[in-house]
């Protein structure tokens, strides 16, 4: 999520769904036991100034962004974070090309910024020129170098969409207007499926991928009493589901089964968890967007590889 307008409060409600299921979770992730307790936890990076996102980089190190606009590089086994470029606006969602360049949803400013490795930024898409982004939130690569986005839009408003960055840099508007607050996306191991947050109606939905193209979504799953926020798969299927209402991260398998990770009532480790990546091993990372850190816990398996691209920019 976007944290100008997540610090508000917001707790939405559903007004129009994507497909139909009779897979759901409830009442609320509070009633269920978690497979690892907040104290299974540690901080990896903190005085980061609320990171929305974490995100692995091709050379083993992490990535997460500030509200203030510095895209930290993070070293997973120090610590040792350093800024690696900087933009106007609060640095959102990010993803990363072969080369090392970062790609960040501008929260402050409504475009997508390519900051390259050597820290000289640039606007790489506000969106089609005929229907302009108006709250980019996550970015992911395809294997063919496809950047896609969510735009989320208002979050009282279904006006949300897909866009997609083409290699040689033209922008398209991939799916939709009425999408409710899409946010985190993941591509699942076959490149066959997006994977879409629904953030205000509480529930993950996947486009299937044609080509170039997307077709008509289904809604995967369905987590009430939530505000699901960013999403990362494992190697084995499983999609991991940061939360920013309440303060938890979710599992949900290949059988669409719902399960806690964790959960923290207090908000004092998982402080409104907004998005989570794997390291190499099998750590998962997860930014907190209501603090100042990234955390980090063991969770007996490895994450699915993340694609990077080599684009000619």
């Not at 997006?194 to 997307?214: C, E, H, K, Q, W």
């Amino acid at each position: 999520m976007n944290s100008s307008a997540y610090r508000r409060g917001r707790h939405g409600t559903a007004t129009r769904d994507v497909g139909a299921t009779d897979v759901s979770w409830g009442p609320s992730p509070a009633l269920a036991a978690g497979r690892r307790s907040i104290h299974d936890f540690r901080a990896v990076a903190a005085n980061l100034d609320h990171p929305e996102c974490v995100n692995l980089g091709p050379d083993g190190k992490l990535y997460a962004g500030s509200e203030d606009g510095r895209m930290f590089r993070i070293d997973p086994a120090s610590g040792e974070a350093v800024v690696a470029g900087t933009v106007t606006g609060g640095i959102g969602g990010i993803c990363l090309d072969a080369g090392g360049a970062m790609y960040e949803c501008n929260y402050g400013q409504p475009q997508v910024n390519r900051i390259a490795a050597d820290g000289t930024a640039s606007v790489h898409s506000r969106g089609p020129a005929d229907a302009p982004a108006i709250l980019p939130n996550y970015p992911c690569f395809d294997e063919r170098g496809n950047l896609w986005f969510s735009d989320s839009g208002g979050y009282y408003k279904p006006n949300g969409r897909l866009m997609v960055v083409r290699p040689d840099g033209r922008t398209e508007l991939a799916s939709g207007s009425q999408l409710q607050f899409p946010n985190g996306l993941a591509l699942d191991e076959s490149g066959r499926w997006l994977y879409v947050v629904m953030s205000t109606a509480a529930s993950i939905v996947r486009f299937p991928v044609d080509g170039d193209r997307l077709g008509d979504p289904e809604t995967w799953v369905t987590l009430p009493g939530t505000v699901p926020d960013g999403i990362a798969f494992s190697a084995s299927g499983n999609l991991y589901v940061a939360c920013y209402v309440p303060d938890a991260i979710l599992i949900v398998d290949p059988k669409r089964r719902v399960s806690v990770l964790a959960h923290d009532p207090g908000a004092d480790v998982l402080t409104r968890p907004t998005n989570c990546c794997f390291g190499r091993d099998a750590t998962l990372f997860v930014s907190n967007l209501g603090g100042f850190t990234v955390m980090a816990v063991d969770v007996g398996e490895k994450g699915l590889p993340l694609r990077y691209p080599r684009l000619s920019v």
